[in-house]
């Protein structure tokens, strides 16, 4: 059985550790390069993606994890995890020493930080994941406002005017998936039940 790590350097790691252990999955927290070569798929939590971007390069991981990923490793990104997982940040966080958040990036796909964020700062949505009614909890959630060719979408929200597209909240690239939103804090084990079979190279 393939082993998933989950990056543990900052944000809601322990609740993606425990849906995959509920599902009976073999987990690995992820603090250092030794544990990112012990496991076969990776998945980035949510939390603050400037954050999770800074720690992952001073504790060395961030070239493998990119490297990895190119490789072709199976990785999931739920949030800031997203954002990580985006090859390009539209709205990225600047540190006061000019510093430019950086992703591991992946998905062709452009996202924009706290997108939901300005009108509702957290809500919820009963979505369609690949033919699965799920509730989805958004929290200062990232959009995928430009997605390319190779991208799935998989999910989507109503956008507010008529007749204009939904705005994009779950998308797959290969072995990449990547959700705006938390499916660790709710009960609902979808989002993880598929990611295990895209380890398995059954999804
Ligand atoms: N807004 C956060 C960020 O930019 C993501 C929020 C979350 O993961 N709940 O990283």
Redesign the pocket.
Known sequence: MPKIGVLALQ??FREHLASLQRLGQETLAVRTPEDLAAVDALVI????????DRLSRNYSLAEPIKQLIADGMPAYG??????MLADRIENP?VSSAGAVQQSFGGIDMTVR??AF?RQVDSFEYQLDFLGKNLEAV?????EAVQVGPDVQVISTVPAEGDGEQGRIVAVRQGNLLATSF?PEVTGSTAIHEFFIQLTRGDA
């Open positions: 944000g809601d939590p949510g939390g603050e993606s400037s954050v999770i739920s949030c800031a995890g997203m954002i966080a930080r706290n964020g958004f929290i200062r959630a990232p938390h």
